[in-house]
């Protein structure tokens, strides 16, 4: 009889696991397939309004480099939905090796552009197209000859792996080194982003007080209310992916059945997500030039 019970509860036990696999591997699919989508939109859409625009403006670069970055990305998902749907990889060892990494570099390269663009906001920041054009070159020169080689020479190559697997690399989290520039890159974007929260909230605030109620009215209000956009993706699609790998570093050794792997690879989905910004920003352009419309109609009408 008590043979007969454990033997049903290892039964449901192994039955419960697939399953909860299969619904997270079908959540990666989804979310992948939506980031591409509107991810790809988004690039296209923006891309010819600044084609329209022709702008040469500190904003109208740092822009240009984020939609360059999110296509590097979305070039990268088709391979990851290839390898979630058909469960097996069939790219060779260094193409599953960079599209991991082009998944992180995108993360903090447009992290990065996000921090400069509220900070120059907040500090109010006059630069010359000039040194905004030398900066942004010096980001992707930086990028592209020291930080990606370096990362790709050591990144998923101190341990063996079957060829058919991809996007497993937690055994790398045995070095110490890993473990230490995991918590290092995890507390510096938690902290940074607290910080721009809180400076960012206090600056709108106080905008809010000395504009109201005309604030929409105000260039200086709206503005900030932008800046403040770029910390809502952080803390939407960055935030929540280092907090649990804080927790998946100090708990992965009792990951048996590689649940935490799959629920890791969830959360640095949702940290793609950060691509769909550029349809946000058509979709808040398109309503501001509708209320100037109903705005300009209202006036020539007497209302």
């Not at 209000?221 to 939407?236: D, E």
């Not at 940290?271 to 946000?280: G, Q, V």
Request: some cysteine.
């Amino acid at each position: 009889m008590l043979n007969s019970c454990i033997t049903q509860q290892n039964h449901s036990s192994n039955g419960t696991v697939p399953d909860s696999s299969e619904k997270l591997h079908a959540v990666l699919i989804i979310l992948y397939i939506i980031n591409l989508a509107g991810g790809t939109l988004g690039v296209i859409m923006m891309s010819q309004q600044l084609f329209q625009r022709r702008s040469q403006s500190v904003m109208t670069m740092i822009i240009t480099s984020l939609l360059v970055l999110h296509s590097f990305m979305l070039l990268s998902i088709p391979f990851r939905l290839s390898y979630y749907i058909l469960g097996e990889w069939k790219f060779g060892r260094f193409a599953c090796r960079l599209a991991s990494a082009i998944i992180y570099l995108h993360m903090y390269a447009t992290f990065a552009f996000y921090v400069a663009i509220v900070t120059a906001r907040l500090l109010r920041l006059e630069l010359r197209r000039c040194c905004t054009a030398a900066w942004v070159g010096a980001v992707w020169l930086l990028g592209a000859l020291v930080i990606t080689p370096v990362l790709l020479s050591y990144y998923g190559t101190s341990k063996m792996y079957r060829p058919s697997e991809c996007f497993q690399f937690h055994r790398e989290l045995r070095e110490a080194h890993m473990v230490i520039a995991n918590y290092c890159l995890a507390g510096i974007l938690v902290a940074v982003c607290a910080v721009l929260t809180g400076i960012q909230l206090a600056v709108i605030y106080r905008a809010a007080l000395k504009y109201w109620p005309d604030i929409n009215s105000r260039v200086e209000f709206r503005a900030q209310a932008k800046s403040f956009f770029f910390i809502l993706v952080t803390l939407v699609c960055f935030m929540p992916h280092h907090v649990f790998r804080v927790y998946y570093i100090q708990n992965y050794n009792l990951d048996k059945d590689h649940k935490l792997l799959l629920y890791n690879e969830v959360f640095l989905a949702l940290a793609t997500m950060c691509c769909l910004d550029m349809l946000c920003f058509i979709a808040g352009i398109a309503h501001r030039t509708v209320n100037q419309e109903v705005q300009l109609q209202c006036v020539n009408t007497g209302f």
